[in-house]
């Protein structure tokens, strides 16, 4: 597998709009958007920084992952995501050699990516994304 870059990193928040004065207004970063995955229960905020992305996650229902991730841990990093050749292949890959997956297969992420997740039992605590955009 090769991993490409650093897509984006995944920040937890209870609310986009309140945090648009750190990203936008202290930190003068562009906010290219927002778009609502359904299936995930999350409106996600690009704010796009030189060859990655911040990407702010806001739950948009109470039993959503990002809702239980709050109430857990509270706001910050949630995940980090790679962007890799072949996501697939990836996968398969990582499978074959013991690594526990929570997306055995891709699912549709944000801006029509490719998305799967590893297990953070399996990556030292850190919940890693691995996502193949076109
Ligand atoms: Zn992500």
Known sequence: MKVLKIDHIGIAVKSIDATG???????????????????????????????????????????????????????????????????????????????QLIDEKPRRGAGGAKIAFLHPKSTFGVLIELCERE
């Open 21 to 99: 004065q750190l990203y936008n207004g202290l930190l003068g970063l562009q906010h290219a958007g927002n778009e609502t995955v359904a299936e995930q229960k999350v409106t996600t905020a690009f704010f796009p920084v030189g060859d990655t992305e911040v990407e702010l996650l806001e739950s948009t229902a109470p039993d959503g992952p990002i809702a239980k991730y709050l109430e857990k841990k509270g706001e910050g990093v949630q995940h980090i995501a790679f962007r890799v050749e072949n996501i697939e292949e990836a996968l398969a890959e990582l499978k074959s050699k013991g690594v």
